[in-house]
């Protein structure tokens, strides 16, 4: 832990990225993000026959996801703990228009700000009645609805002292397989955002973009 970077370091990054120029989209190789020295590409894109991977894509019906995988509130014998909230939007395409009928899935943190997964030990607890996955598709106007509750925090190891805010993490389809976007919804006012490198890398506030 030792050799991690401060918050201080993280922040002055933070503060050099954001003096330069911004653009539409999250920035791929983002320094106060420490994961995206290894992710991000850095040799050119390769086009490849969208038919062919679509040969190998799944197709979800109306049989494949059932109405109550959206409540994330009733997937055990019982009640989970923290705030219950509702989740609502809708799928947009980029001109605008709604995106019917398409897989919008979700995954979370407990109350306590602690996935169940393997890779999660922080000493949080697990909360017996909640698993923190869910899914549904979207209507004929594009929208989707969410019944959960609110996630807690959670530590990281970007730098010494690290702590995300509170989140939940969407994956939408859109009309095709290589058409999925996988992004995050934040809460208004998390004392967090100003620390953390993962929200900070959107570079255009506009609703929409990130």
């Not at 954001?18 to 993000?33: E, M, S, T, W």
Request: hydrophobic share 35%; with cysteine.
């Amino acid at each position: 832990m030792t050799n991690l970077p401060s918050q201080a370091d993280i922040s002055a990054e933070i503060a050099a990225a954001q003096a330069g120029a911004g653009g539409a989209q999250p920035r791929l190789d983002y320094p106060a993000y420490r994961s995206t020295i290894r992710r991000h590409p850095k040799h050119a894109l390769h086009p490849v026959d969208p038919e062919g991977v679509e040969l190998w894509a799944p197709v979800f019906g109306p049989q494949d996801v059932a109405d109550d995988e959206a409540d994330l509130t009733i997937q055990h014998s019982g009640e989970p703990i923290g705030e219950r909230i509702t989740v609502t939007g809708r799928v947009l395409d980029g001109d605008g228009r709604p995106v019917a009928h398409q897989l919008v899935e979700v995954w979370q943190a407990n109350a306590a700000g602690r996935y169940r997964h393997q890779r999660d030990q922080h000493p949080a607890p697990l909360d017996p009645n909640f698993t923190g996955v869910g899914r549904c598709r979207t209507g004929a106007d594009g929208s989707y609805r969410f019944t959960t509750i609110k996630p807690g925090p959670y530590p990281w190891r970007n730098h010494h002292n690290a702590w995300r805010p509170a989140h939940i993490h969407f994956s939408l389809f859109g009309a095709e397989f290589t058409q999925r976007l996988v992004t995050q919804m934040y809460f208004p006012g998390d004392p967090l955002f100003g620390l953390d490198p993962i929200y900070q890398s959107i570079t255009d506030p506009s609703p929409g973009s990130g």
